[in-house]
């Protein structure tokens, strides 16, 4: 059986010139997090991160206008170095539970990132979500 908010996936992949322990650490470290998480043009402020199986996480979005809000979830699953599995809700979701998966692919030398996000809503929900995960091009500035 098929889950209808499966046709409204987004997948993302980059490669980084880091190693996958360095890579890993920028996604789960709140100094790191804030220097390069920063979708569609946001600031963020960590104010939670509990790093393990069921913890749970919250970033204060500051918006270019003055406005501030909040994306929050919890870990369903962690290997370091290779994988998070973590819900995700927004105000972007409409406040529903999505799910965000990030594999950490050793390349040699560098790390290829994959970031598949599920359980979206609709196509309009996909977009406005693969907007804002072009952040990761900022992630070079972590490592």
């Known amino acids: 059986m098929t889950n209808a908010h499966d046709d409204y996936s987004l997948v993302v992949e980059r490669v980084f010139a880091a190693p996958r322990e360095r890579v890993f650490k920028a996604w789960t470290e709140a100094s790191a997090l804030q220097r390069w998480f920063r979708p569609l043009g946001c600031a963020v402020t960590v104010t939670r991160l509990e790093l393990r ?62 970031l598949t996000h599920s359980r979206l809503a609709d196509d309009d929900m996909r977009q406005l979500h693969q907007n804002g995960w072009s952040c990761l091009e ?3 500035d972590a490592l």
């Not at 369903?76 to 290779?82: A, G, H, K, N």
């Not at 819900?87 to 999505?98: A, D, K, M, P």
């Open 138 to 140: 900022f992630l070079g």
């Open 53 to 114: 199986v069921g913890g749970e996480y919250q970033f204060t979005l500051h918006h270019p206008d003055g406005e501030t809000s909040t994306i929050s979830g919890r870990y369903m699953d962690i290997v370091q170095p290779e994988r998070l599995v973590f819900t995700w809700v927004s105000g972007g979701t409409h406040f529903q539970e999505t799910e965000v998966t990030v594999e950490f692919i050793e390349q040699g030398v560098q790390t290829e990132v994959r």
